[in-house]
C-alpha cells in the first residue's frame, strides 16, 4: 500500500558529497518521522539520521556535522545531504518512514536501499 523508494547513491572518493532521496508513494494519510539507517558489509542496521514531522532532527554522532536530513513534505520526500564523506560511511543506506494510512492506522515502512561507496 506505502512504498518507499531511495536514489542518489554511487561512488564518491574521500571528502566528496552525495545527496540521497527517498519518495514515499501510495495510500499516504500522513507521513510521521522519517529516518535514514545504513548497514556495512558484515554489520548491523543503525541509525544514522532521524526527523519529525515538523522538522525536528537527530543524527548519530559519527555523521555530526557532515550530514543533514530534510523533508518535503508536500511532496512526500525525505533527503539525506552527505559531505565530507569517509571510507567508513560506505554502506547501504536505507529510508524509514512512520506512515498513516487513515487517521488510526500507522505503520513502519522500509525502502530497499541504495549503494554509497566511498573509496579513493
Known amino acids: 500500500q506505502v512504498q518507499l523508494m531511495e536514489s542518489g547513491g554511487g561512488l564518491v572518493q574521500p571528502g566528496g558529497s552525495l545527496r540521497l532521496a527517498c519518495a514515499a508513494s501510495g495510500d499516504i494519510f500522513r507521513i510521521n518521522d522519517m529516518s535514514w539507517y545504513r548497514q556495512a558489509p558484515g554489520k548491523r542496521r543503525g541509525l544514522v539520521a532521524s526527523i519529525t514531522r515538523t522538522g525536528i532532527t537527530n543524527y548519530e554522532d559519527p555523521v555530526k556535522g557532515r550530514f543533514t536530513i530534510s523533508r518535503d513534505n508536500a511532496k512526500n520526500m525525505v533527503y539525506l545531504q552527505m559531505n565530507s564523506l569517509k571510507p567508513e560511511d560506505t554502506a547501504v543506506y536505507y529510508c524509514?518512514?512512520?506512515?498513516?494510512?487513515?487517521?488510526?492506522?500507522?505503520?513502519?515502512?522500509w525502502g530497499r536501499g541504495t549503494q554509497v561507496t566511498v573509496s579513493s
Open positions: 524509514h518512514g512512520d506512515v498513516q494510512t487513515g487517521p488510526n492506522h500507522e505503520f513502519e515502512y
